[in-house]
C-alpha cells in the first residue's frame, strides 16, 4: 500500500495528471490502480468499445459533455463491466456551465452569451431535425446537460448512482452497473410529452403534459424515494428534477392544459384522483389501490378540496372521495369540485 496520494501518482503515470482531491475521490470507492480497471481520458466511444473483456471498473477523466450520444455512450460501457462494477465519469452541469460562462467574460455581459450557449449545446443538438443531419459541428459539441438527465440516462440503461460530488466545477459521480445493458428505444424529448399512468381497471393509459422536469427525470423516482423523503402534498423534498421555468408552470397548472384532451377523449373525468405512475402506486395501501382503479382518475383532485399535508392524509382524502363516490357520484363530485375551487380561488392553493 502506498503511503500517500503523491506515491500513487508517480507510481502509476496516466493518473499524475489528476487533481488530488479527484484521486481522494475515487480512492473511497475503488482502487484505480488495480488490473482490472480501465482508465480512460477521451471523448471517443471508440476508446471503450475496443476494451475487449468486461472488466471491474472503468474511470473516465473527460467530462462526457463532448460525446454526443450519452445512452450510447453508458450502454457500451455498460457491457463492458461486470455486474456490480463501476463506472466512474464527470460531467459540467447547467449550474457549473452557467459560472465558467459568465466568469469567462466581462461583468453585466454573461447572460447573453449564457443564452447563445445554452441555445447552441443545449437546444440544438436535441432538436428532431438537427439529429438526422451528420455535421461534425453537431457531433462535437460541448453539449450542456443537466444532473437530473445525466443521472436519468444512467438508470435507463442500468445503472445506480451511488455518490456525487462536485469538484473543480464539474459533477463527479459513481454509478454501479445493477443489471445488463437496457435499450431505452425512442425517448420524448420534446415540450409536449405522454406519461404512462395507471387508469380504471389498472390499465396503463397515456397522460397528455407540458414537461416541466428535465429529460430522463422520470427514471429517477425510486431513486429520490430512496435519498429524499416526502414533503407536504406528497412531493419529493429537493427534487432536482424540475426546471426553473417548470416551477412557474406548475404553480399556475400550465403544464396539466393538455390533459383536457384525456378528458375529452375518455381516459380522465373532470374530478377524480389523479393519475398515478406504477412507482407512485405501489406506495399506496392494496385497499386504496382497489378502491382507485374501480373507477376513472380525474383532472381535479381531492386533494385541492381536503389540502392533504402528508402521504398518509392524501391516501386518507382519497379514500373518503372514491367512499363518497360510490354512494353518490354525481353530488360528490359537485361538491368536490367547488371545494377545490374556493381552495384554489381564494386560499391561493396551489400545484407543485
Known amino acids: 500500500m502506498f503511503k500517500s496520494i503523491f506515491e500513487y501518482k508517480e507510481k502509476h503515470r496516466p493518473l499524475n495528471q489528476i487533481d488530488e482531491s479527484v484521486l481522494s475521490y475515487i480512492l473511497k470507492f475503488i482502487n484505480p490502480f488495480h488490473e482490472n480497471t480501465r482508465i480512460l481520458d477521451t471523448s471517443t466511444l471508440f476508446n471503450f468499445e475496443t476494451?475487449?473483456?468486461?472488466?471491474?471498473?472503468?474511470?473516465?477523466?473527460?467530462?462526457?459533455?463532448?460525446?454526443?450520444?450519452?445512452?450510447?455512450?453508458?450502454?457500451?460501457?455498460?457491457?463492458?463491466?461486470?455486474?456490480?462494477?463501476?463506472?466512474?465519469?464527470?460531467?459540467?452541469?447547467?449550474?457549473?456551465?452557467?459560472?465558467?460562462?459568465?466568469?469567462?467574460?466581462?461583468?453585466?455581459?454573461?447572460?447573453?452569451?449564457?443564452?447563445?450557449?445554452?441555445?447552441?449545446?443545449?437546444?440544438?443538438p436535441k432538436l428532431a431535425i438537427t439529429k438526422k443531419i451528420n455535421l461534425r459541428w453537431l457531433r462535437t459539441r460541448n453539449n450542456a446537460v443537466s444532473k437530473a438527465e445525466v443521472f436519468g440516462r444512467l438508470y435507463a440503461?442500468?445503472?445506480?448512482?451511488?455518490?456525487?460530488?462536485?469538484?473543480?466545477?464539474?459533477?463527479?459521480?459513481?454509478?454501479?452497473?445493477?443489471?445488463?445493458?437496457?435499450?431505452?428505444?425512442?425517448?420524448?424529448?420534446?415540450?409536449?410529452?405522454?406519461?404512462?399512468?395507471v387508469g380504471k381497471n389498472g390499465k396503463i393509459i397515456n397522460v397528455y403534459k407540458i414537461r416541466t422536469m428535465n429529460p430522463y427525470a422520470e427514471f429517477l423516482q425510486s431513486y429520490l424515494y430512496d435519498k429524499h423523503s416526502l414533503k407536504e402534498?406528497?412531493?419529493?423534498?429537493?427534487?432536482?428534477?424540475?426546471?426553473?421555468?417548470?416551477?412557474?408552470?406548475?404553480?399556475?397548472?400550465?403544464?396539466?392544459?393538455?390533459?383536457?384532451?384525456?378528458?375529452?377523449?375518455?381516459?380522465?373525468?373532470?374530478?377524480?384522483?389523479?393519475?398515478?405512475?406504477?412507482?407512485?402506486?405501489?406506495?399506496y395501501d392494496d385497499e386504496i389501490k382497489q378502491l382507485r382503479i374501480k373507477n376513472k382518475p380525474g383532472l381535479v383532485p381531492p386533494y385541492y378540496a381536503d389540502m392533504p399535508k402528508t402521504f398518509q392524509e392524501i391516501m386518507e382524502s382519497e379514500k373518503r372521495y372514491l367512499l363518497a363516490y360510490e354512494k353518490s357520484k354525481l353530488k360528490t363530485d359537485f361538491v368536490y369540485f367547488f371545494k377545490a375551487f374556493k381552495n384554489i380561488i381564494f386560499n391561493k392553493a396551489r400545484s407543485s
Open 51 to 124: 476494451i475487449s473483456k468486461p472488466v471491474e471498473n472503468i474511470i473516465n477523466l473527460r467530462k462526457i459533455n463532448y460525446f454526443p450520444d450519452l445512452n450510447k455512450l453508458f450502454y457500451v460501457i455498460n457491457e463492458k463491466l461486470y455486474n456490480g462494477g463501476y463506472f466512474i465519469g464527470c460531467v459540467e452541469i447547467y449550474e457549473q456551465r452557467k459560472k465558467h460562462v459568465y466568469n469567462k467574460f466581462p461583468p453585466y455581459t454573461g447572460a447573453p452569451f449564457y443564452f447563445l450557449d445554452f441555445i447552441l449545446n443545449r437546444i440544438i
Open 157 to 197: 440503461v442500468g445503472y445506480e448512482i451511488l455518490d456525487f460530488r462536485e469538484i473543480n466545477n464539474l459533477l463527479y459521480f459513481v454509478a454501479k452497473r445493477i443489471k445488463g445493458p437496457l435499450t431505452t428505444g425512442a425517448y420524448q424529448m420534446g415540450l409536449l410529452y405522454k406519461m404512462k399512468r
Open 233 to 283: 402534498g406528497g412531493k419529493f423534498k429537493n427534487d432536482f428534477r424540475v426546471t426553473s421555468w417548470g416551477k412557474f408552470l406548475r404553480k399556475y397548472w400550465i403544464d396539466e392544459l393538455p390533459m383536457l384532451y384525456n378528458v375529452f377523449k375518455g381516459d380522465l373525468k373532470l374530478v377524480g384522483v389523479r393519475p398515478l405512475s406504477k412507482h407512485y402506486f405501489d406506495l
